[in-house]
């Protein structure tokens, strides 16, 4: 079963990347002036190239990357608006910030290798558009710190003090006017 589920994913990421480059070839004449092309569709897969991890397309120099839970080291393809992919290599550390390795061997953070190509990066968790609780990521990459619950319990006891006043107050106010 899960063997099935992963050609299906495969088959589904493969069939994507042939419909994008087919339909974004369509207007490589009008962008072959531009060199480098603009980024069109951003993926992240495992590192076998196997499971999708992650996906996003920059919308007027913004991108908003959705990367599962589950996000260790990946390839992201950038697929360019002239049907070319680049591959780049990366990982998530242990603070959670996602960093990239260059050609040079240098490790950069990916909001600023996105940075670097204009790009404004915003990373999000699937569970964030369900609705769910905490989805959204800082743009470095890692997860804000949780804040902890307020304390009403001083406060409960102050207002029950104001009450009793209050009640014992009305009772001299029937006792003046009698």
Known sequence: MMVSIR???LWLVSGLLVLLSSALGYGSA?????????ISQVLLMDPSATR?????????GRLVLEASERVGEFLMLLIRADGSVETVRGARDLLGVFRVELPEGQRVELTRYFMSLDIVLTITRPSSRAGGGGGSETPGG??????PPPDDDDDDDDDDDDDDDDDDDDDDDDDDDD
Do not use: E, K, M, W
């Open 30 to 38: 009008q962008s072959a002036a531009a060199t480098p092309s603009a």
């Open 52 to 60: 999708l991890v992650g996906s996003g397309a920059p919308i007027g």
């Open 142 to 147: 890692g997860d804000p710190p949780p804040r």
């Open 7 to 9: 050609r299906s994913r």
